[in-house]
Each structure stands twice: as structure tokens, then as C-alpha cells.
């Protein structure tokens, strides 16, 4: 076996922003949808997609060498493995994602992490002179295009959510953040009795209808547009909760959790779906992904998430596994308090200075 030279692997891994781009110029260009019908040339997919057609047949050539397509002999391209996931109709859709990622707003802020790394500021308001949130309500295009990306993802991890977890004793589901609803959707369609609330932002949930039409669960599924930091969605006996508190500070994680335990029936629970930092040297998608904090969003500019350590605490929570995913159901009936840190239940291990261990939810 040939050992692979280390100042190679770093060069690659230096000009993965390259790559990043390349494939975010085919998603947006809808290039793979192109090609499932066969193989195309650049020429011809420049005219389909008014591009420049030897810029066009680089961009499509440097993908194939990562294999992203597979350039032919005759100079014409074809779709592989990895880039069947850019198609519109893939079962785990990457392009709406890859479109996002590589929008001008996106990767301008990514491009201040040193000045965040210096400063601890928030590189998107350095950068844009507002918050992430605030920036896409006030440009409407660029929120669709958010909102597309993560409707992505929620489907690609609607899937293995579901595998952790058994939803079947629900009755009514609110999905809290929900965005367009491909997660909720997933759920209501694998069970046919339960009716769900997708709650989010008026102009998020606003973009829905498509993505719970094509589910065919728009008749058992409510659109509610509000804040959860004022009162969520009324007598569910199931609160969602995916890749949200990881956005926000302890008070403000605080408050979303006390409406939804105000919201939740008695009886009900809370499921929180978030991706934690591993251990030392493991896990590089969870902790590049938690660069997000410094360079792009940084909603939440003081904790973090690292160091904590998920445990099962008897009678109060469960705690499962969904790939790079942590899942927990926790009851948060009205008999449970809101008490200090996020999830209400982080608190400071005395055994793990500087870090949070998960403990019971209720008190």
C-alpha cells in the first residue's frame, strides 16, 4: 500500500472551497437533471443552461476527476453515483443545499473567520452588517433559496430519524422551526391516523404547500407562521425540535422550550434532534459543521455545544442514535420546570470542567 504524502492531502483539503463552488455552479445551473436522460456534451449543456461552454466543460471535468460525473471519450458527460444526488427528484437531495451554500452572502462570511478567530465577532454581521436571520427576511430571494437547501436536508435525515425513533403512539405532532415541512411530511406519511402543525416564521411556512402536497398529507397537516420565542402551536402530544436550539444562546433556548412545554399536553414530549460535538480527533462533519458558529450564524456567540455527553437518565429521557444524529424524547409536561441551560437539562459536570453533561429534564 502506497502512503499517501501528507502535503498532498492538506493541499486537497486547502482547495476543497474549489470543489465546494464547482458543484455549486452545476446545482444551481441544474445540470445533473440534465444529464439523467444521458450522456451530454459542454456545448450542448451550455446552450440548455446559457453558460459559457469551455468554462462550462472545465467546471464539468473537474467534477468528474472527484467523481462527482464521468467524462466519456467523446467529451461528453455523464452522471455518476455522487451526482445522482444532485437531481431534483433524488431520494437525499444535495443540490438545493449546494446552491445555498455557495451563494455570494454565504461564503463572504466564511471568509472573515480569521477576523472572527481574532475578535470572537460574529463574521456574517462583520461581513453584511446584520444577523443571518435578519439578512434573509429582508432579502426574500436568498431566504427561498435557504429554505430549499434546508427542505433538503430535512429529507435526506427525515430517514434515519425515523429508524431511531418510534413516532407511532402520537397522535399530533408540532413541528417547532419546521421550515417547509419535509421532515413533518415524512413523518404523517409513514403514519396515516396522526395529524401534525407546522409552525415556523409566516414566510417560511408560507413556501410549504408543494413540499406537503407531494407528501399527501396536506389535509393532516396545519400551517401555523409565528415565533417560538412568544407561544408555540397548542395540545400536541409531540414537540419537534431538529437542528434548532444548537442556533441559540442559553436564554433564548430557554424561552423556546418554555413555550413549548406551555403548548404541550401533560402528558406529552419533546424531541430534540441535534448533532453533538464528539470526542477529540473524531467526528469531522459535526465539528466542521460547528464552524458555523464563528464564521457564519454564531446565534448563539457564547456556549457552544462541546464537551457534552449524552446519557440516558432513568424514567426522564431516551436517548438515541440516527448516524451523526442525537436524538432525545423528553417529557416536558406541564409538571416539568424550565430550569437553566439548553434542553433544560445542561448543567456543569463536576467531573468535566468547563464542559455540560446531559441530566433529567425533570425536576
Known amino acids: 500500500m502506497v502512503a499517501r504524502d501528507p502535503s498532498a492531502e492538506l493541499m486537497r483539503l486547502v482547495n476543497g472551497y474549489r470543489v465546494s463552488q464547482a458543484i455549486h455552479v452545476v446545482a444551481t445551473l441544474g445540470v445533473a437533471d440534465l444529464l439523467k436522460a444521458g450522456p451530454r456534451s459542454a456545448d450542448d449543456l451550455a ?3 446559457n453558460s ?5 466543460y472545465r467546471v464539468l471535468r473537474a467534477l468528474a476527476a472527484v467523481g462527482v460525473f464521468r467524462e466519456e471519450a467523446d467529451q461528453r458527460f455523464s452522471l455518476a453515483r455522487m451526482g445522482r444526488s444532485l437531481c431534483s427528484d433524488a431520494e437525499r437531495p444535495v443540490g438545493p443545499y449546494a446552491t445555498f451554500v455557495g451563494r455570494q452572502h454565504h461564503w463572504q462570511a466564511w471568509g472573515a473567520l480569521l477576523h472572527s478567530t481574532r475578535t470572537g465577532e460574529n463574521a ?3 461581513v453584511h452588517g446584520k444577523g443571518v436571520w435578519e439578512y434573509l427576511a429582508t432579502h426574500p430571494e436568498e431566504g427561498a433559496i435557504f429554505g430549499s437547501g434546508m427542505t433538503g436536508n430535512s429529507r435526506g435525515v427525515a430517514e434515519r430519524i425515523m429508524s431511531a425513533y418510534n413516532f407511532s403512539p402520537f397522535r399530533r405532532v408540532v413541528d417547532v422551526a419546521g421550515g417547509q415541512g419535509a421532515l413533518l411530511a415524512a413523518i404523517l ?3 396515516p391516523t396522526m395529524r401534525g402543525v407546522l409552525f415556523d416564521r409566516p414566510e417560511v411556512v408560507a413556501k410549504a404547500g408543494p413540499v406537503l402536497e407531494a407528501a399527501g398529507i396536506a389535509d393532516r397537516c396545519e400551517v401555523v407562521g409565528g415565533s417560538f420565542f412568544d407561544a408555540a402551536p397548542e395540545g400536541a402530544d409531540a414537540y419537534l425540535l431538529k437542528y434548532i436550539l444548537h442556533d441559540w444562546d442559553d436564554p433564548a433556548s430557554v424561552a423556546i422550550l418554555a413555550a413549548c412545554r406551555r403548548a404541550c399536553r401533560p402528558e406529552g414530549k419533546l424531541l430534540v434532534m441535534e448533532r453533538i460535538v464528539g470526542p477529540p480527533n473524531e467526528g469531522p462533519e459535526t465539528k466542521i459543521s460547528d464552524l458555523i458558529e464563528p464564521a457564519w450564524a454564531i446565534l448563539r456567540p457564547a456556549p457552544g455545544r462541546t464537551g457534552i455527553i449524552p446519557v440516558k437518565p432513568a424514567n426522564s429521557s431516551k436517548c438515541t442514535q440516527a448516524g451523526s444524529i442525537t436524538c ?3 417529557p416536558v409536561g406541564r409538571s416539568a420546570r424550565v ?3 439548553p434542553l433544560c437539562l445542561l448543567r456543569r459536570g463536576s467531573a468535566w470542567s468547563g464542559s455540560l453533561k446531559w441530566v433529567p429534564a425533570c425536576q
Do not use: I
Not at 459559457?52 to 462550462?56: G, M, V, Y
Open 47 to 49: 446552450v440548455s443552461t
Open 339 to 341: 430550569t437553566s441551560s
Open 52 to 56: 459559457h461552454p469551455r468554462t462550462l
Open 124 to 126: 456574517f454581521h462583520h
Open 189 to 191: 406519511a409513514a403514519h
Open 328 to 330: 432525545w424524547s423528553l
